[in-house]
T-cell receptor, first 115, second 115 residues
Framework: NAGVTQTPKFQVLKTGQSMTLQCAQDMNHNSMYWYRQDPGMGLRLIYY???????DKGEVPNGYNVSRLNKREFSLRLESAAPSQTSVYFC??????????????FGDGTRLSIL | GENVEQHPSTLSVQEGDSAVIKCTYS??????FPWYKQELGKRPQLIID?????GEKKDQRIAVTLNKTAKHFSLHITETQPEDSAVYFC??????????????FGAGTQVVVTP
C-alpha cells in the first residue's frame, strides 16, 4: 500500500519552461490537494479537487493549472515556470466528511528549483 | 474564510519537560482539528485529530484539547524526547455530510528538544 505517490522527487527548471507534477493515490479517496511549502510560510493550498470531475482554486493558484485525470490521479502543471515558484510541492488525499474519517495523507513531496 | 493562527513559532524544551502549542481559529463552523508533525525533509504526518463533539483526546504522550467557545485548541506533548524535534502544524476544517473538507493550516511551530 503506497499511499500517495509523487513524481518526480526533484526537478530543476529554467525560467519559462513548463512541467507537470504527477500525483497518484491508492486509498480510494475522493478528495485530492496540491500544496506548496516555502520556508516560514507553512502549507499553502494551490488547488484542490473535492471529488472526481471537480477542481477549485485554493489560496495561491496563480501560475498553475490542475487536472483530475481520474479518481486516483491529480496533476499540477506549471505552464511558464518563474523563480518565485521554487518550492517544495506536496500532494495529499483524503475522504473527510462528518460521516467519513479518512484523514489527509501527504506524498513525499517534489523539490522544484527554477533558475 | 477560515484563518488559523499558531503560537509559538519556535519552542525549545529540555528533554523530559512538556511542550504546549496553541492555535486559534476564526470560523465557528469548523469542527475538525488535526495536528501534523513534519520532520526535516519529510512529509507532514498526522499525529492526532479531534472533532468538535469532544473536548480532549489523548494518545500516549500526546493530547489535544479544544475550547469551542474561545475557538482555540492546543497540542500537549509530555515527557518530551529528542525524536519529538520537528515542525508541528495545526489545521481546521468545517466538515459537512455533503462536502469533502479542505484544511486551513497554521504557520507551524518548530520544536527543539535538547538532551
Amino acid at each position: 500500500n503506497a499511499g500517495v505517490t509523487q513524481t518526480p522527487k526533484f526537478q530543476v527548471l529554467k525560467t519559462g519552461q513548463s512541467m507537470t507534477l504527477q500525483c497518484a493515490q491508492d486509498m480510494n479517496h475522493n478528495s485530492m490537494y496540491w500544496y506548496r511549502q516555502d520556508p516560514g510560510m507553512g502549507l499553502r493550498l494551490i488547488y484542490y479537487s473535492a471529488s472526481e470531475g471537480t477542481t477549485d482554486k485554493g489560496e495561491v493558484p496563480n501560475g498553475y493549472n490542475v487536472s483530475r485525470l481520474n479518481k486516483r490521479e491529480f496533476s499540477l502543471r506549471l505552464e511558464s515556470a518563474a523563480p518565485s515558484q521554487t518550492s517544495v510541492y506536496f500532494c495529499a488525499s483524503s475522504d473527510l466528511r462528518v460521516t467519513s474519517n479518512q484523514p489527509q495523507h501527504f506524498g513525499d513531496g517534489t523539490r522544484l528549483s527554477i533558475l | 474564510g477560515e484563518n488559523v493562527e499558531q503560537h509559538p513559532s519556535t519552542l525549545s524544551v529540555q528533554e523530559g519537560d512538556s511542550a504546549v502549542i496553541k492555535c486559534t481559529y476564526s470560523d465557528s463552523a469548523s469542527n475538525y482539528f488535526p495536528w501534523y508533525k513534519q520532520e526535516l525533509g519529510k512529509r507532514p504526518q498526522l499525529i492526532i485529530d479531534i472533532r468538535s463533539n469532544v473536548g480532549e483526546k489523548k494518545d500516549q504522550r500526546i493530547a489535544v484539547t479544544l475550547n469551542k467557545t474561545a475557538k482555540h485548541f492546543s497540542l500537549h506533548i509530555t515527557e518530551t524526547q529528542p525524536e519529538d524535534s520537528a515542525v508541528y502544524f495545526c489545521a481546521a476544517s468545517a466538515l459537512t455530510t455533503d462536502s469533502w473538507g479542505k484544511l486551513q493550516f497554521g504557520a507551524g511551530t518548530q520544536v527543539v528538544v535538547t538532551p
